[in-house]
């Protein structure tokens, strides 16, 4: 597809548990974005990648989210430990540019932690 | 810090009619400004963008935004409302230096026939 694509939609876990979530972006696009939309709130940011690099990663809440880039097209992001104040929508976003452009939005997973 | 404010939980209008939907924002610099479109069980879909120029800025689906530095806002407005416009909106902000949006905590917009 030409979208940006999330997998899975949806994914529920255990507290404790490690999950990961992918995002496959727009071919072409350098930059990436992780938020995390909680229910009521706006979107966000945790991360952004320009090509395979964290270019800025200060809204990761803690050391058990991370994010990697490896060969600057498919992210993945990864919870250790879950918990369930992590239950959300995690969004991915690409953009061609990282600065005036807009950033293309995936449809998001829903982790929900119990 | 960044911030963006959209005042209203909730605008309501009727179908034909303006519509308006409010936000300002807080942030040092001349910023990057977006609005974006979330319809239930889908993604943020991208409607508008100011950068520079025209203070008014044409987007998707006949949406319009005016930016106004001295008031640091910038409303997104339709002349004509239509029923499928009813969605949650959010306005966000991208610094001067810096690639992150910050943004606001949305509106829903209900148009009823």
């Known amino acids: 597809g030409a979208g940006v694509s999330q997998t899975p939609s949806n994914k529920v876990t255990e507290k404790g548990k490690y999950v990961e979530l992918r995002c496959d972006p727009i071919?072409?696009?350098?930059?990436l974005y992780w938020y995390r939309q909680s229910l009521g709130q706006g979107p966000e940011f945790l991360i952004y990648?320009?090509?395979?690099?964290?270019?800025?990663d200060s809204g990761l809440p803690n050391d058990r989210f991370f994010a990697v880039r490896p060969e600057g097209s498919v992210s993945t992001l990864k919870i250790q430990r879950t918990e369930r104040g992590d239950s959300a929508v995690y969004l991915c976003?690409?953009?061609?540019?990282?600065?005036?452009?807009?950033?293309?939005f995936g449809q998001g997973t829903r982790l929900t932690v119990v | 810090a960044q911030s963006v404010a959209q005042p209203e939980d909730q605008v309501n209008v009727a179908e034909g009619n303006p519509l308006t939907v409010k936000c300002t924002y807080s942030?040092?610099?001349?910023?990057?400004l977006f609005w974006y479109v979330q319809y239930p069980n889908r993604g943020l879909q991208f409607l508008l963008k100011?950068?520079?120029?025209?203070?008014l800025v044409k987007g998707s689906y006949g949406f319009e935004a005016e930016f106004n530095k001295s008031q640091t806002s910038f409303h997104l407005k339709k002349p004509s409302a239509l029923v499928s416009d009813s969605a949650l909106y959010f306005c966000?902000?991208?610094?001067?230096?810096?690639?992150?949006?910050?943004f606001g905590a949305g509106t829903i917009l209900r148009v009823k026939s």
């Open positions: 976003a690409s953009s061609p540019r990282p600065r005036e452009t807009e950033a293309f």
């Open positions: 071919s072409g696009h350098t930059a």
């Open positions: 990648f320009q090509g395979t690099g964290a270019a800025d």
């Open positions: 942030v040092s610099g001349n910023p990057y």
């Open positions: 100011y950068i520079t120029g025209d203070n």
């Open positions: 966000a902000v991208r610094p001067l230096y810096g690639n992150k949006l910050v």
